[in-house]
Structures are given as structure tokens and as C-alpha cells.
């Protein structure tokens, strides 16, 4: 990609380039946004950036100041909307960004490696072989029959080898479907936690507590109710203001809110 950008004929802004890697197919998509999105992180981090309006190794700017753009009519932020091809890269950056890599030139022409051979087929194999196991894992009924309610733990799901877990601190009934109050529980875990290993303190999410009012519990897929009748867990802050409401499934990719491991 470092080859292609900068091989581009002068005068070429972030359209440009984005359309010819897409051309040479370095991906393994057909998704021009792909392709975008791999060029906005080069110039994020300063690869593809002018020295007015450099990247985040360089120099810190907020998103007021990259938010900034020549026209109304440029559709991407700084430092990419002010980057022209004979801004040429700053290999500076690119030598300290990529150090364990060889930065250099490569023949665009030449063989490529085998599609098998690729680390986005490695990924992908083990994603897959990760996803096999966890639909073949035994995974135990819940705990009890009765609707959620207070001072239930329910394990869930995140990844296919991770799961966490939720303290329901109360329930809403008023509305057409109950609502459990939750709120996760430290700790990841490679499979349904056992209710000895359960933590006591909560998860909290970035630096504060924080909890989500979910309806249908009970019915989301790969969510197991582990224990009941267990006391509220330890929170340093006192509890928030409010909490956002929503189906249970969605605290799948809340959980990466509050559990940075998950990415």
C-alpha cells in the first residue's frame, strides 16, 4: 500500500488513492470503504499527512481541529482532506510506526503469496475454528425457570471464547415488557462461569459505573442464568443518573465498552 501511494501522480487527494488500492485488490475485499478506511488510519496516525496538519505522532489534535476540511465539498476529515500525492509520505513516521517492517518498495508487479498463505486467512481460519467450538461447547441450561429479577447472575457470550457476566440489580415491570437493570460483573472468562468464580465488584464502563435497562433476558441466545438470590456487588462510584434501555442482545457489543480486551 506504502508503494502505490507513493507511486501516484502528483495532485491526487484521498479519493484518488483510495480508488487505485483498490485497483491493485490488497485486500482481501472488493469494499471500497475497506480500502478508505485503511488510508483515514495511515493518515491518523501521520503516514499520509502535510506538515501543517500532521498526525497523532507527531503532534495531538482534537476532533474540532481535524474535523477541519478545505471545502464543504470534501468528504473526509484532516489530515487526509488536506494531503495531496506530491505532499509525498512521511516516511519518518512510517519507519516509526511500522519498525518491526520493512517499509521499502515492493514490485507490484511480482507474485503475491498464496490466498491461504495470508494472515487474514490465518485470522479467518482460526475465527472460524473459534466459532466451531463454541457451538459444539456444552453449555448448561439456566439456573431456575422463573423470569429475571433481582439479584439474578446471568453469563453471556461476547466472543467465541469469551464470556461475562451480569448482576440484575432490579426490574421494571411497569411497561409493556419488563426491563432487568444490569450491570456487568469483573471478569472475562474462556467459558460460562461457575457461580464460585463469579466476581463481586462491578465492570465499570471507560471510568464509571454504569448500567442498562434489558428487555428479554431470558430469551437472548447464548445468555444462561448461573445463580440467584446473590447480593449487590461492590461499586466505587455511586450509581448513574440514568441508565439506557434496550434489547439484551445489544450487550454483546456493549460489553466492549466496558471490557477493553474485546477490542
Known amino acids: 500500500m506504502l508503494t502505490v501511494l507513493r507511486t501516484l501522480p502528483d495532485g491526487k487527494g484521498y479519493g484518488a488513492a483510495r480508488t487505485e488500492l483498490k485497483r491493485h485488490r490488497l485486500l482481501d475485499t472488493t469494499a471500497v470503504h475497506a480500502y478508505g478506511s485503511v488510508l483515514e488510519e495511515l493518515a491518523l496516525v501521520g503516514v499520509v499527512a502535510t506538515a501543517e496538519h500532521p498526525g497523532l505522532v507527531r503532534r495531538w489534535s482534537d476532533y474540532v481541529e481535524r474535523d477541519q476540511r478545505p471545502s464543504d465539498r470534501v468528504e473526509v476529515q484532516a489530515p487526509p482532506a488536506w494531503w495531496r500525492s506530491s505532499d509525498g509520505l512521511r516516511e519518518d513516521v512510517a519507519r516509526e510506526v511500522f519498525a518491526d517492517f520493512d517499509t521499502g518498495d515492493v514490485d507490484l508487479a511480482g507474485p503475491r503469496p ?130 439506557p434501555a434496550g434489547n439484551a442482545k445489544d450487550l454483546r457489543l456493549l460489553a466492549a465498552a466496558c471490557f477493553p480486551e474485546l477490542g
Open 114 to 243: 498464496a490466498a491461504d498463505a495470508t494472515i487474514a486467512a490465518a485470522v479467518g481460519k482460526r475465527v472460524r475454528e473459534l466459532a466451531r467450538q463454541a457451538r459444539t461447547r456444552d453449555v448448561p441450561r439456566s439456573v431456575g425457570t422463573e423470569p429475571a429479577a433481582a439479584g439474578d447472575v446471568y453469563a453471556m457470550r461476547v466472543a467465541a471464547d469469551r464470556w461475562v457476566t451480569l448482576d440484575v440489580w432490579s426490574v421494571d415491570s411497569t411497561g409493556s415488557r419488563p426491563h432487568a437493570e444490569v450491570e456487568f460483573l469483573a471478569g472475562l472468562y474462556p467459558e460460562i462461569s461457575a457461580p464460585a468464580a463469579l466476581s463481586d465488584r462491578v465492570q465499570p464502563r471507560y471510568d464509571e459505573q454504569w448500567r442498562y435497562r434489558a428487555h428479554s433476558l431470558e430469551k437472548t441466545p447464548n445468555a444462561r442464568r448461573v445463580t440467584q438470590g446473590v447480593p449487590g456487588p461492590a461499586a466505587e462510584g455511586p450509581p448513574p443518573d440514568r441508565s
